[in-house]
């Protein structure tokens, strides 16, 4: 019998290359199982296997719980002074065993041993599998299809692990045959759930990036440097490459010889075009490059709303655009610029009014001619605080002023600014005591409002008027104003007071 156990533990460990430790775990769990069933009451049992002879004894046991414990089986449950007579020194939470007949390793225990074997074996091959790719998550991985479910790809990775491309993670139109070879992105590592542990991904830019390192020996060596990449999985991609060698031209290492590079990236992702940009430092110049292959004619950069409007020619409108706007949106991924393309004929009409509007706000908030506030429209500024703010020097820069008439808009700007700045605390005070009003059963802010500008701005204010003190407040009559100052006089007579008013 203890040369049969042997035997066993040996032929799984080998199979599934799992330590024998844990095989020999599994089956005393089996055993000690299969001797519960056996002896048919609800008992604990517990089964030692000797791993040298491979004899094992069986003993019941005990759970010690405390003496004022309610729920209690005598089955499985012992109080701690009957097990001190055994062991005086046992602890609560410990167990009481005591020697019990084996039962043989035979048919019945076999088959319960190998059901816990193979979930043993399947929970050591899952931790090992966690443990191998633990570090690898955000690396490339390969392996061999082994079968589509639903949409979802299956791989057999080189080390023996299966990984899944979940439905989303495929290329489009992408069918791969069983036997197949595949490259992915490690993307996750799924450890709580049943299934494949490890989620590849073919659609992540990430994927696209690790490719070329592959391809382009360079990259691996720091001489030249991805800076990102953006995808339209299948379709077109662009990936922004940049030199730290002058002498090495970082688009044409990654483009390759006649192309060959670059081609093997595209091959490995379903004939993917790839775009190779040149990264720059200048937002501006990095954007130019993005667009490619369409032609900037200009660029207006709003820094505000991070986001750039691009000239291009009529007639590259289309190109500059895409096939359903896929490269000014690669571009824009890309660059991480909210990128709106227009024709020069477009850029040239929201310049003007954007000239028309800082013209007008000029004009209305600073009391300036209209000649002075083209001149600021035109100059770049479109708000009072640039004019009130930027240095002196920036505004003389405009031919046409001088010393006396830019300190004159600087002043003018900063009292606008502070007027503005009193209101506004003055707007937030006047609200901060309406609030105080609202808590008054029966005013809403526009009556909270109107009490505000009598010079009504608190509770205790309201609680000590009479109610001919509200008689031509607009759309409030006596009764109402009876109601109200009963109600903000509340807290004076407490709840015992409130209940008897009424």
């Not at 000797?50 to 094992?56: A, C, E, V």
């Not at 990936?239 to 081609?263: E, L």
């Not at 720059?280 to 820094?303: C, G, K």
């Not at 609680?463 to 100052?485: C, M, P, T, Y």
């Amino acid at each position: 019998m203890g040369k049969e156990i042997l035997v066993v533990v040996e032929s799984v460990a080998n199979e599934r290359g799992v330590d024998k430790e844990v095989i020999f775990e599994a089956l005393e769990a089996a055993l000690a199982s299969a001797t519960c069933k056996r002896h048919g009451d609800r008992l604990l049992a517990r089964v030692a296997i000797n791993r040298l002879s491979g004899d094992y004894e069986s003993y019941r046991r005990w759970l010690v719980v405390p003496e004022e414990q309610e729920e209690f089986d005598e089955n499985t449950d012992i109080r701690l002074a009957d097990a001190q007579k055994r062991t005086p020194d046992i602890a609560v939470g410990a167990h009481v065993e005591e020697p019990l007949s084996s039962i043989p390793f035979g048919r019945i225990a076999a088959q319960v041993a190998k059901q816990v074997i193979v979930q043993k074996v399947r929970e050591a091959e899952r931790a090992r599998i966690i443990e191998a790719y633990r570090d690898r998550v955000g690396q490339l991985v390969s392996g061999t299809v082994k079968r589509a479910e639903r949409g979802n790809i299956y791989l057999e990775l080189t080390t023996g692990a299966e990984a899944v491309v979940l439905r989303e993670e495929t290329i489009p139109r992408e069918m791969p045959r069983p036997g197949d070879r595949l490259r992915g992105y490690l993307r996750d590592l799924n450890a709580d759930a049943r299934g494949p542990l490890l989620i590849v991904s073919r659609t992540a830019p990430e994927l696209l990036i690790e490719l070329f390192k592959l391809e382009v020996p360079e990259i691996g060596q720091g001489l030249i440097e991805v800076k990102g990449a953006a995808r339209d999985p299948g379709q077109r991609a662009k990936i922004a490459v940049v030199s730290r060698d002058s002498r090495i031209d970082a688009v044409g290492a990654c483009v390759g010889m006649r192309g060959a590079r670059v081609q093997a990236v595209s091959n490995e992702l379903g004939g993917e075009r790839i775009d190779i940009v040149q990264w720059d430092d200048s937002p501006v110049q990095f954007v130019i490059n993005a667009m490619s292959p369409a032609e900037v004619r200009s660029i207006v950069m709003d820094e505000d709303s991070h986001s750039m409007d691009i000239a291009v020619d009529e007639n590259r409108l289309s190109q500059a655009i895409g096939r359903g706007g896929q490269n000014v949106r690669l571009a824009s991924q890309l660059t991480g610029w909210e990128l709106n393309i227009l024709t020069e004929v477009q850029v040239e009409e929201k310049k003007q009014t954007e000239l028309s509007q800082s013209k007008a706000l000029f004009v209305e908030q600073l009391n300036i001619d209209e000649e002075v506030a083209e001149l600021l429209a035109r100059a770049g500024f479109s708000s009072v605080e640039e004019v009130a703010y930027v240095p002196t020097g920036e505004l003389l820069t405009i031919s046409e002023f001088d010393d006396e008439l830019v300190e004159q808009l600087r002043n003018r700007s900063r009292d606008l600014l502070l007027t503005q700045a009193i209101a506004a605390e003055e707007k937030r005070e006047d609200a901060l005591e309406a609030s105080d009003l609202m808590t008054v059963e029966g005013i809403d802010e526009i009556l909270a409002n109107k009490l505000l500008k009598r010079g009504i701005a608190t509770r205790e204010a309201l609680a000590d008027l009479a109610v001919d003190d509200l008689a031509d407040v607009e759309g409030l009559n006596l009764d109402q104003a009876g109601r109200i100052i009963m109600a903000a006089r509340a807290p004076w007579f407490g709840p015992e007071a409130t209940r008897e008013g009424e």
